[in-house]
């Protein structure tokens, strides 16, 4: 299965986290959708988006601007995992909701979306659109206050993943 990993990132921190996936999954296929049409992900069975939520739950830019691009993809046959990044101290009301407006989207496209990530206690933050039936669409991350959880936050869910895309 050809896998790929498609991210924005603003300040290196989504970057950062898609280059330890793509390590740990070896995956060679790795995307900036700043420099890439979103397009390219219909040459890919798997996809793995990296998001970022900026300010009071918006897209970050590069998601922003390439957003009506999803519409151009044929998620029908994909498998598609997310990753969120998010402050939760800073923004405990829209805490991820970037990574829930694109999860809408792909589901709204026909995207069989994987890689769901349990709440456990370390989560702090009061509500997120990426938070549905008690679960996580993605992985959820938290650079700026938990990013001593992020190693191991990562590997867990790739174990998930795995299976997944297998």
Do not use: C
Request: proline share 1%; glycine share 6%; hydrophobic share 35%.
């Amino acid at each position: 299965m050809k896998t790929a990993i498609f991210y924005a990132s603003s300040t290196g921190n989504t970057s950062n986290i898609a280059e330890q996936i793509a390590k740990e999954l070896s995956i060679d296929e790795i995307h900036d959708i700043a420099d890439v049409s979103l397009e390219k992900m219909n040459e890919y069975e798997n996809v793995i988006f990296g998001i970022s939520t900026w300010g009071d739950g918006d897209l970050q830019d590069d998601w922003d601007d390439n957003f009506e691009q999803l519409k151009k993809v044929d998620f029908s046959s994909k498998k598609v995992a997310l990753f969120g990044l998010g402050d939760q101290d800073g923004y405990p009301d829209t805490y991820l909701d970037a990574m829930g407006i694109v999860y809408e989207e792909i589901k709204s496209l026909g995207a069989n979306v994987v890689g769901e990530w349990e709440r456990d206690d370390s989560y702090d933050f009061d509500d997120s659109k990426a938070f549905i039936d008690n679960k996580f669409v993605g992985l959820a991350l938290d650079e700026d206050t938990q990013d001593d959880l992020t190693e191991q936050r990562v590997s867990k869910w790739i174990s998930y993943i795995k299976n997944d895309f297998n």
